[in-house]
């Protein structure tokens, strides 16, 4: 079935998709109100969502869409192939950054949006976990990794 916009009109709207979502933002704000320092987008391999270079640390926030959730993942109907194509690279890329970052020794945690959706508190808790538990903020208050 052939596309029913141009190319042009394609291109265009890929153009004006955001690199940040609003959900992004609000994960990060709510880190940072918790005391949390890191960089969002930065300039790094896989650009990672949060990065936290002095531990090591990146997180990806991923989209349901884009990167394929077994639960909530679904191909437009239309152009198949193409999509098809494109997601199965997406998840390709994904375990190329994973590796990347494991093998050059950082944390890395990859988390789906519809956690944030389910539960914005708990999922931004297990950010803020596996920050604690992956870099010197342990030390200085263990007690807050009690929350098991």
Same mark, same amino acid.
């Given at each position: ?8 009109? +394609? ?21 940072? +109100?918790?005391? =949390? ?25 991923? @989209?349901? =869409?884009? *990167?394929?959730?077994?639960? *909530?993942?679904?191909?437009?109907? @239309? ?34 949006? *519809? ?14 976990? =596996?920050? +604690? ?7 200085? *208050? ?7």
């Amino acid at each position: 079935m052939p596309e029913k916009i141009t190319k042009e009109q +394609r291109s265009n709207n890929m153009r004006a998709i955001k690199s940040q979502s609003m959900l992004e933002n609000a994960i990060t704000k709510a880190l940072w +109100r918790n005391g =949390f320092r890191f960089r969002k987008n930065a300039k790094m391999f896989g650009k990672p969502d949060i990065s936290i270079k002095k531990y090591k640390i990146v997180i990806f926030i991923d @989209s349901c =869409f884009w *990167h394929c959730c077994p639960i *909530h993942g679904n191909m437009p109907k @239309s152009n198949q192939e193409y999509w098809t194509k494109k997601l199965a690279r997406n998840v390709s890329r994904d375990q190329e950054v994973n590796e990347y970052y494991q093998d050059n020794g950082w944390k890395v945690m990859r988390i789906w949006e *519809h956690e944030f959706k389910q539960n914005f508190d708990a999922a931004v808790d297990s950010l803020a976990k =596996f920050i +604690r538990t992956n870099s010197v903020l342990k030390e200085k *208050h263990p007690e807050s990794l009690s929350e098991d």
